[in-house]
């Protein structure tokens, strides 16, 4: 079982508009990361927050851009939605960067 | 260029035998995380490492920092290992991954 939620689940959007991923960490979890994960093809690490703080980012343009609250959820927000985009994305969390992580069962979003 | 592959990228095996997937990486890092993805997505973290060697049932990970390599090691091999076996590092906050072993264990 995992202690990270993630919704929705699946989620279909149109090109231009915008979408709202979330996810929610077990208690204590005060970092949390994102990836983006193409089809066919290994995850990309989007960003990192750490105590509601972004401490860490891949090479995604500023359309990406996430949250992190005190009660250990985030979201994922993306502009602009392209085509490319349609991806599973995933989230995870762990205590203080020096624990395993603890991966979320991904929200698959398809841009039309 | 790839800061991490992975070998082989696809992998058959029957059921019983032992199965060894690779990792070499060309970044200095924080810890290396054998990673376990079945269809629909879910992935489970299996082994987070930083040095040596670590076991968890049928389930072996190596690290050697020097030659920076890592091993997955599944002894007596079973259907339900069937998945995708990521390779991911840690370099400080920002992360890499491996585009990952298909392996399928026939029965």
């Known amino acids: 079982e995992t202690g990270v939620t993630q919704s929705p689940t699946h989620l279909i959007k149109t090109r231009g508009q915008q979408v709202t991923l979330r996810c929610s960490s077990q208690?204590?979890?005060?970092?949390v990361s994102w990836y983006q994960q193409a089809l066919g093809q290994g995850p990309q690490f989007i960003f990192q927050?750490?105590?509601?703080?972004?401490?860490g980012r891949g090479n995604f343009p500023p359309r990406f851009s996430g949250l992190q609250f005190p009660n250990y959820s985030s979201e994922l927000n993306v502009n602009a939605l392209e085509l490319d985009d349609s991806a599973l994305y995933l989230c995870?969390?762990?205590?203080?960067?020096?624990?395993?992580?603890?991966f979320g069962s991904g929200t698959r979003l398809t841009v039309v | 260029k790839n800061e991490v592959e992975q070998s082989p990228q696809n992998l058959t095996a029957q059921e019983g035998e032992f199965i060894t997937i690779n990792c070499s990486y060309s970044?200095?890092?924080?810890?290396l995380h054998w990673l376990q993805q079945h269809p629909g997505g879910g992935i489970v973290s299996l082994f987070m490492?930083?040095?040596g060697k670590k076991k968890h049932g049928r389930l072996i990970a190596t690290i050697n920092i020097q030659e920076k390599h890592s091993s997955l090691h599944i002894t007596a091999s079973h259907p339900r290992d069937s998945a995708v076996y990521i390779c991911?590092?840690?370099?400080?906050?920002?992360?890499?991954f491996g585009t990952g072993t298909s392996l399928t264990v026939i029965p």
């Open positions: 208690s204590g979890h005060n970092t």
């Open positions: 490492l930083s040095s």
């Open positions: 995870a969390s762990n205590r203080d960067s020096i624990y395993g992580y603890t």
């Open positions: 970044v200095g890092i924080s810890a």
């Open positions: 991911a590092l840690r370099t400080g906050n920002q992360f890499y």
């Open positions: 927050y750490y105590r509601e703080e972004e401490n």
